[in-house]
T-cell receptor, first 114, second 111 residues
Framework: NAGVTQTPKFQVLKTGQSMTLQCAQD?????MSWYRQDPGMGLRLIHY???????DQGEVPNGYNVSRSTTEDFPLRLLSAAPSQTSVYFC?????????????FGSGTQLSVL | GNSVTQMEGPVTLSEEAFLTINCTYT??????LFWYVQYPGEGLQLLLK?????DKGSNKGFEATYRKETTSFHLEKGSVQVSDSAVYFC??????????FGPGTRLSVLP
């Protein structure tokens, strides 16, 4: 099993550019989410989804869009990149949508916005 | 909402030293508690969990006990190895499968 796959691993953008971070899982998990990791702040939830066609906002959703057209994929779109979005981004999934289950994480995307 | 306070470190130990990483939490009710570990260049992975008060989670020589009275879930290991060098995150659920994570504690173990 590949688990949770994120691409790209590294990306440099200029302010104002847009891009999509890809996330795919092959475990048939209903729940998927995006976190950003910043020094001293741990992981903060950006957006999440409890199934195909269902998405919701997390703690820090501004500047990001998501969609969930299939169970497997959960892309994160940066509409107009800003330096404040420089961070490491992690996609995570879980078999449970109701809580208590563990999260499976991808290996992350390191994004720099100049 | 739920929150986690965790010692940030970094923590540097010699091989075979005793490790404690403190974690305290604020939560509604008695949620499950988790420790995740992030090895260099990788995503987070579950290290251990405890689902109710006085439960002890354990894995790979690490242990943590769910203490309701002190709202704590400290991570301990009796003898650390170089391979334990990583960042450790305390976490608890905040609605469904969404989690609140502590800031992470970077551990470096020297041979």
């Amino acid at each position: 099993n590949a688990g949770v796959t994120q691409t790209p691993k590294f990306q440099v953008l200029k302010t104002g550019q847009s891009m999509t971070l890809q996330c795919a899982q092959d475990m048939n998990h209903e729940y998927m989410s995006w976190y950003r990791q910043d020094p001293g702040m741990g992981l903060r939830l950006i957006h999440y989804s409890v199934g195909a066609g269902i998405t919701d906002q997390g703690e820090v959703p501004n500047g990001y869009n998501v969609s969930r057209s299939t169970t497997e994929d959960f892309p994160l779109r940066l509409l107009s990149a800003a330096p404040s979005q420089t961070s490491v981004y992690f996609c995570a999934s879980s078999y449970s949508r109701t809580g208590g289950g563990k999260l499976f994480f991808g290996s992350g995307t390191q994004l720099s916005v100049l | 909402g739920n929150s986690v306070t965790q010692m940030e470190g970094p923590v540097t130990l010699s091989e075979e030293a005793f490790l404690t990483i403190n974690c305290t939490y604020t939560a509604t009710g008695y949620p499950s508690l988790f420790w995740y570990v992030q090895y260099p260049g990788e995503g987070l992975q579950l290290l251990l969990k405890a689902t109710k008060a006085d439960d002890k989670g354990s894995n790979k020589g690490f242990e943590a006990t769910y203490r309701k009275e002190t709202t704590s879930f400290h991570l301990e290991k009796g003898s650390v190895q170089v391979s334990d060098s990583a960042v450790y995150f305390c976490a608890l659920p905040e609605g469904g499968q969404n989690f609140v994570f502590g800031p992470g504690t970077r551990l470096s173990v020297l041979p």
